[in-house]
């Protein structure tokens, strides 16, 4: 009518075509859910009714860190729907043959918008051919994204990612079929400072359906979650158009104190039975020291830095622990020092390796490894994970890398057409203010040095680290640059020096680490080739 008018006022055209997109797309719902907001009457008998208008093209977002707290009955519906080329929101991209992996699998999966996805080797190859789109987000950032949309906030200004390329843009999200030519980079975003500190602008994300997982729900949508299965999955409630919750149990009232997230934001609701609780990785204190699952000389060396590592904790610290090297550190504190270790799933508390008998699938640290917590302890969603870390609430943060540089830069999420892991929660631990404690071996197992003059691999973080602690030596930086403070017992300062590419300074004070070199050999010569036979027997 506009148009005939003669009035061509394209905005209201667009608003409009919008609009009745959204009704028509109402009006083929099933009846349930058109009458859920009327009625309040949001609980549907099966996945299969919650889901059935998901229709190809569609995005998804789903909880879940690693395989924890992933809505996998209604992931399982949708692997058997004919629907392709969604567009998935989730932290990580599932593992070859649970999750979003049963999507790739069919090649059901357009793009995925994540943080952390080298846990997937299907995906993997898929991005590196062609075949999927691959944006990355900072995990805090994705997970603020989320809440932004549910909350009705159109974008926000934060210090995660400033100077790396996630501000600059250019990151390859779509490659083409020969794995190296780039069809589509990433764009670059707004700079602005606010109070002497940079930060950039990120946009909310939104969706046609948020797939949440909780572990009891009322019929009112008020719902519970379960240990380290809460992590996105609060936050991703209501940024969609349609909100569905899978229930392990649905029951008719929770207590008000007892309600992790009001019913407000669910359109949905659905029981699954049967679940099957799968463990990424089963990690067992078995009282004879730690089983590391690697050979005897990277297990060695690898001992060696986390025995060195866990010497940084002070009384009554709060520290983070990030993916790799440092996850193994919670192991050495305890009798020695009173802290809090957070872990970016969703943990302050963290404990060590559970007993065969303390096993629970529903608790993993941020390697997705089993733990227990220690006394005191708190759950919480990813956005307050992160806002721990941004806010400047912990007093120290423990990270593996693949490239630290004389200047202080770090590297530790991407080797370009080679290995596509995702920043995860690095960026947003090293914007934190907080000390920046780096491990990781000295060289690569190829021998190529990974102490530099400056990083090739795109940043983590630019002027971020605080320690770098590896197998050979510990790395402080001050007004001088980087300093050697100690070197490995067995080694001299030329062997250092040899195995360096980095420019840095011999503190006057320099001495040897303060490792247990016994424990460590006798630990690398005995039980880490025992393990590893025992397994191998197992299988």
């Not at 006022?9 to 349930?32: G, Q, T, V």
């Not at 197998?471 to 001299?492: I, N, S």
Request: hydrophobic letters at 40%; one cysteine or more.
């Amino acid at each position: 009518q506009y148009c005939l008018k003669g009035v061509p006022n394209l905005a209201f055209i667009i608003s409009l075509i919008d609009s009745l997109e959204m009704l028509k797309r109402s009006l083929n719902a099933p009846l349930r859910a058109f009458s859920a907001k009327a009625n309040r009457n949001k609980v549907f008998p099966t996945p299969e009714a919650a889901l059935a208008d998901v229709k190809d093209g569609d995005w998804i977002s789903m909880g879940g860190f690693g395989i924890v707290g992933i809505p996998d009955k209604g992931v399982l519906v949708l692997n058997e729907m004919p629907i392709k080329g969604l567009n998935i929101i989730s932290n990580v991209a599932g593992i070859g043959d649970w999750g979003i992996g049963l999507l790739l699998q069919k090649a059901q999966v357009r793009s995925m918008n994540g943080s952390y996805v080298g846990e997937n080797p299907v995906y993997e190859k898929q991005y590196l051919t062609g075949e999927v789109d691959l944006n990355l987000h900072p995990q805090g950032s994705l997970a603020e994204k989320c809440r932004a949309a549910a909350c009705g906030i159109a974008a926000y200004y934060t210090p995660t990612g400033v100077g790396t390329i996630v501000e600059l843009g250019g990151f390859p999200c779509r490659l083409g079929k020969d794995g190296k030519s780039v069809v589509r980079v990433t764009k670059p975003k707004e700079r602005r400072e606010f109070d002497g500190r940079q930060y950039i602008l990120e946009e909310a994300l939104t969706c046609d359906y948020a797939m949440i997982k909780a572990h009891q729900v009322d019929h009112k949508g008020n719902m519970r979650f379960r240990k380290t299965a809460r992590n996105f999955n609060p936050d991703m409630c209501g940024q969609a158009k349609f909100t569905l919750v899978e229930a392990e149990e649905i029951v008719d009232e929770l207590a008000p104190d007892q309600i992790h997230y009001p019913g407000c934001f669910v359109d949905r609701i659905y029981q699954g039975d049967k679940f099957l609780k799968k463990i990424e990785r089963l990690r067992i204190d078995k009282g004879g020291g730690l089983d590391m699952p690697f050979d005897k000389e990277r297990g060695a060396k690898r001992l060696r830095i986390v025995q060195r590592a866990s010497q940084e904790f002070q009384d009554g610290m709060y520290c983070n622990l990030g993916i790799g090297i440092p996850c193994y550190a919670s192991n050495f504190t305890a009798g020695k020092v009173e802290i809090d270790l957070q872990s970016e799933n969703g943990i302050v508390g963290l404990g060590p390796y559970p007993k065969e008998n303390e096993v629970d699938p529903d608790m993993i640290n941020a390697a997705k490894e089993t733990v227990i917590a220690k006394t005191g302890h708190s759950f919480n969603k990813s956005s307050e994970t992160f806002g721990m870390m941004r806010g400047g609430h912990l007093h120290m943060t423990m990270l593996g890398g693949l490239q630290v540089s004389q200047t202080a830069d770090l590297s530790n999420w991407i080797i370009p057409g080679k290995l596509v892991k995702g920043m995860g929660g690095a960026m947003d631990l090293v914007a934190s203010g907080s000390k920046v404690v780096v491990t990781m071996e000295h060289q690569a197992p190829s021998g190529d040095k990974k102490v530099l003059k400056k990083n090739p691999l795109p940043l983590t973080g630019k002027g971020v680290v605080t320690t770098l602690i590896t197998d050979m030596g510990v790395f402080e930086y001050d007004q001088r640059g980087m300093v050697l403070k100690e070197y490995a017992p067995h080694l001299t300062l030329d062997d250092v020096k040899a195995a360096t590419d980095a420019d840095y300074v011999i503190d006057e004070n320099v001495k040897k680490m303060d490792v247990d070199c016994q424990f460590v050999r006798i630990l690398a010569t005995f039980i880490i080739p025992l393990e590893l036979l025992f397994k191998q027997l197992i299988k």
